[in-house]
């Protein structure tokens, strides 16, 4: 398994004006690390609004003018910047996007998802590839000529997770695939992302629904107020006592009873001196108000805890 990306302290502001006059940055990420290798899933997991989006644009290149980006990210090695993300975008690393924006309404799905072509052979050996990739997917030839207008939720999701898969990436992140879908369409979907790990992809799948990191994820990293506060093994997450942060913990205790679904209201919060944790946490310590915690490696995990203050 070899490492594919690796994003080293990512955070990601916006300058805002307050009441049109005086000028404000606001962090939605901090200091975010992880990394995904070849033939494995990472999920993270966050709930609505906490910047989750906003992580995938930026390995993509695609954020807003308006953001400012910090840190380091690696694709196989070497540090990628805007350039060098616009040459692997839609080639090595594909976006699975959350909003079904990204299809052309007035566009024939076929003739969209193809995109430009050079010339004549060009264009049938790609027509050929998407029928193979949507075929596999359980996509029948009638989708070709349909707008997407016509397709069902579930099936603007297969389009968009076929599309991904055209020019046979390396890297795939998938923002939200799952949200609106019936049982059957988000087990088929868990489903389809296994495959891209059998096929030996990486796969960051960004999501806020429990269950689907659960059933798909080899590692899950853990997001709450703009900050990664533990990365641990999805088996881990089977109980409790196998993870580490107070919050994961209390997260994993009211399952099943909170539907598997992130609570709102966890939202990106103007930056407090110490842990974002600390209103809410049933074992703080003095040490936790006034100092922010740095994630650090613990056995085989990450933690971002007054709790753990040494590397095991
Ligand atoms: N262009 C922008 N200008 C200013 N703030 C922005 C901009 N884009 C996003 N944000 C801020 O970043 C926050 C995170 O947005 P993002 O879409 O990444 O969240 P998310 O975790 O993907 O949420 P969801 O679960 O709803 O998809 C937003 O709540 C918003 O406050
Ligand atoms: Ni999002």
Known sequence: MSELLKVSNL?????????????????????????VNSGEIVAILG????????????????????????GVIKYKGNIIEQKDKEKLRGDEICLIPQSVNFLDPLMKISNQVIGEVKDKEDEKRKRINQRKIFEKYGLDKSVDSMYPFQLSGGMV??????????????????????????????????ENIRKMKEDNKGVLLITHEIDVALKTADRIAIFYSGYVIEINDTKNFLSPSTLLHPYTKSLIKALPR??????????????VKGCVYYENCPCKMNICKNIKPILIKYNNAKIRCHLYNREV
Do not use: M, W
């Open 157 to 190: 999701r297969k389009v968009l997770l076929s599309t991904a898969l055209l020019s046979n990436p390396d890297l795939i992140v998938a923002d939200e695939p799952t949200p609106g879908l019936d049982t059957k369409d988000v087990e088929e979907t868990i």
């Open 258 to 271: 909170n539907g598997f679904i992130l609570t709102k209201g966890i939202q990106p919060l103007e930056d």
């Open 47 to 70: 709930s609505s609004g906490s910047g989750k989006s906003l992580l995938a644009h930026a390995i993509l290149g695609i954020l807003p003018e308006n953001a400012i980006c910090e």
């Open 11 to 35: 955070s990601i502001s916006f300058s805002r004006y307050i009441q049109g006059l005086r000028k404000s940055t606001i962090k939605t990420i901090n200091d975010l690390s992880l990394s």
